[in-house]
């Protein structure tokens, strides 16, 4: 099935029709979306990371949850595969996924999805409405990024900080100096280094085609990205998703910040939820990097964050614990929709050779 997530796209699938082998799972997912290839062409991929794609979703083992959820990152013209990150995007359609294949039913008139993200071994709870036992999609919930409007499905996270790195703040510190640059590197869900823009000789507010186009600037923050790896108990990130790379200036619109989130070579369109939570973690901790441009409203929990297409709005409760803040809650809401349901017939020679 192809669904909407959120900001992005993707295929999702039951665990069980899939290779049980690693390797082979992966090279079936390369050959379905059709990389190594910068349009897809031969495959259902979008031709970008954010269409480029894969859920998948089995029953769980864990009496605590419904159903597990493996995200898959398929690269676009590298052929790489990885599921070394969440995404809090396509996890927005995990739970009606579920209902659709009968993973789970529910005769309520609202669905609460208990997830377990295996990437991370974090529980996310999805809630979102119902009809007759079926997952309602329309709705008049809008979000920045995706035209129209659609039912709103809310995502509650639940001990999620250091998921990947092991601490909320992996290297010890609320900021360091990478490459003379100073960052906040921080994991509440996802490995994220969060800079000023202005630090790197940018305003903050340009086109992601402007910053792509900007061969300097990206050799620059890849060469702290890489460093900032190492720092994060990350290894050798390379060949790697993660981190992400965000940067930030003052809001534009009224919001709390301006964000320009690098995912990791190509500049994302919006920003991603895992992301998203973490930068507002982030600006939220006493001398997180930019935290002195961030402008809060009436609510100090919630934070409203610009990015390309518009505005996202994260919400993070802090405690203070014997060690320093910590987070307490965190949310979102999302939107998601069905698009497709059918059969894709990937091809049957592996890509990862061909030019």
């Not at 090279?27 to 859920?55: E, F």
């Not at 083992?61 to 159903?67: E, F, G, Q, R, W």
């Not at 008049?140 to 703040?169: H, K, M, N, Q, Y």
């Not at 390309?308 to 979102?332: C, H, K, M, Q």
């Amino acid at each position: 099935m192809v669904m909407r997530g959120g900001t992005s796209k993707g295929a999702y699938f039951v665990a069980d029709e899939l290779p049980d082998d690693p390797d082979e799972r992966d090279s079936l997912l390369a050959r379905i979306m059709g990389s190594p290839d910068p349009r897809q062409i031969d495959g259902i991929g979008g031709a970008h990371p954010l269409t480029s794609k894969v859920a998948v979703v089995s029953p769980s083992d864990d009496p605590d949850t419904d159903v597990d959820y493996l995200f898959v990152q398929v690269g676009v013209d590298d052929g790489s595969v990885s599921d070394q990150q969440n995404c809090g995007n396509l996890l927005a359609g995990v739970g009606q996924f579920a209902l659709e294949r009968g993973l789970i039913t529910s005769d309520a008139s609202e669905a609460q999805v208990r997830i377990r993200m295996v990437n991370s071994d974090s529980v996310a709870t999805a809630t979102f409405p119902l009809n007759a036992g079926v997952p309602a999609y329309d709705g008049d919930t809008a979000i920045s990024g995706v035209p129209g409007t659609a039912a709103e499905v809310r995502l509650d996270f639940e001990d999620i900080a250091g998921s990947t790195c092991g601490a909320l703040l992996p290297t010890g510190a609320v900021a360091d100096v990478i490459d003379g640059i100073e960052a906040t590197c921080i994991d509440n869900g996802m490995p994220t280094v969060v800079l000023r823009a202005v630090d790197l000789g940018i305003a903050g507010d340009e086109s992601p085609a402007t910053l792509e186009a900007n061969e300097l600037f990206r050799r620059r923050l890849e060469n702290i990205r890489l460093q900032a790896g190492e720092l994060m108990k990350l290894g050798d990130v390379s060949t790697t998703t993660v981190p992400k790379m965000s940067l930030v200036s003052a809001a534009r619109a009224g919001g709390s910040i301006c964000t320009r989130t690098f995912i990791p070579h190509r500049c994302h369109d919006a920003i991603g939820v895992l992301g998203a939570v973490s930068v507002a973690t982030a600006l939220r901790l006493p001398g997180g990097v930019g935290s002195e441009l961030l402008h809060l409203g009436d609510d100090p929990d919630l934070v409203e964050i610009e990015h390309p297409t518009g505005a996202f709005a994260a919400r993070v409760e802090l405690a203070d614990g014997p060690a320093g803040p910590s987070v307490g809650r965190s949310g979102i809401v999302r939107t998601a929709r069905k698009l497709f349901d059918g059969v894709v017939f990937p091809t049957s020679a592996s890509p990862r050779g061909r030019a």
